[in-house]
């Protein structure tokens, strides 16, 4: 997850309230990190893309900010040729949020127990599974894209406009599987109401976690060191992440 902004060159700023744009619905990972003070508005629509093309446009004066992550600053490059915006070159990077492990989660009765199970059914079900996402070119879409290329299966995705209302899906057990920000799936996993497959030394880390820690480490977020923090590295983050998403992702055919 990182932010990028409009340049604000004022000494005293910011001197009105600052539009931050969520791309994603309420409740999902890329909604949680944000902070009180600012007004939110959460624009969904086409993995994320709708919204950073509108906060691309605003005047670059620092009052409009966009929480964007990998899904809508490196791999909307390969897989939108129209894509109205370019992640690096209409953006003025402000720093490095968090970083989020993803976790391959399951409706809680999904018949294998763990990952190698977890494998092995999908494989021998393509055809019957569903699998949530947050819209192409978002996190969830992207991960399970490279997932399912692993596994060389294709289930039928379910859009959503947000990991939120796709987790409550999977809690619901309206669709199977999704990969997901480890944020967004910690209280689900910690009440029982979904599976996680992957990542489980983070997943443990995250549940054990009882120390007065920032909620971010408490939900499992790697905090950016120090030197991940500035914008000249999150400039460079981002364009190595398209880089590495363009050999992963084929481009869309609209
Ligand atoms: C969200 O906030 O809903 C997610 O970050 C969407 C995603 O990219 O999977």
Redesign the pocket.
């Known amino acids: 997850?990182g932010v990028a902004v409009g340049a604000a060159q004022a000494q005293d700023y910011p001197t009105r309230n600052i539009t931050m744009i969520?791309?994603?619905?309420a409740?999902?990972?890329?909604?949680?990190t944000l902070g009180q003070s600012i007004i939110i508005e959460n624009v969904v629509g086409a993995?994320?893309t709708t919204a950073s093309a509108r906060a691309a446009k605003a005047a670059p004066d620092g009052y409009t900010l966009i929480t964007g992550?990998?899904?809508?600053h490196a791999a909307s490059v390969p897989l939108y040729p129209k894509l109205a915006y370019h992640p690096s070159k209409d953006f003025e990077p402000v720093g490095l949020i968090a970083g989020t492990p993803i976790l391959i989660l399951a409706r809680k009765d999904f018949p294998a127990k763990d990952l190698k199970e977890f494998v092995a059914y999908l494989k021998a079900n393509t055809d019957k599974l569903n699998e949530a996402?947050?819209?192409v070119?978002?996190?969830?879409?992207?991960?399970c894209q490279l997932l399912d290329a692993v596994l060389k299966i294709s289930p039928t995705g379910v859009p959503?406009?947000?990991?939120?209302?796709?987790m409550n899906a999977l809690v619901g057990g309206q669709v199977d599987y999704m990969?997901?920000?480890i944020v967004?799936a910690v209280p689900q996993v910690k009440g029982g109401t979904i599976k996680a497959y992957a990542l489980n030394a983070a997943l443990v880390k995250a549940l054990d976690d009882e120390g007065v820690k920032k909620r971010l480490l408490d939900l499992g977020s790697v905090i950016p060191k120090p030197a991940e923090r500035t914008p000249e590295s999150l400039k460079t983050l981002v364009d190595s992440e398209i880089t590495k998403w363009s050999g992963v992702l084929k481009p869309l055919s609209n």
Do not use: E, I, K
Request: charged share 5%; aromatic share 8%.
């Open positions: 997850v969520v791309p994603f619905a409740g999902g990972p890329t909604d949680q993995g994320g992550h990998m899904g809508t996402h947050a819209g070119g978002s996190v969830s879409y992207s991960s959503f406009n947000g990991t939120g209302p796709a990969c997901d920000q967004n």
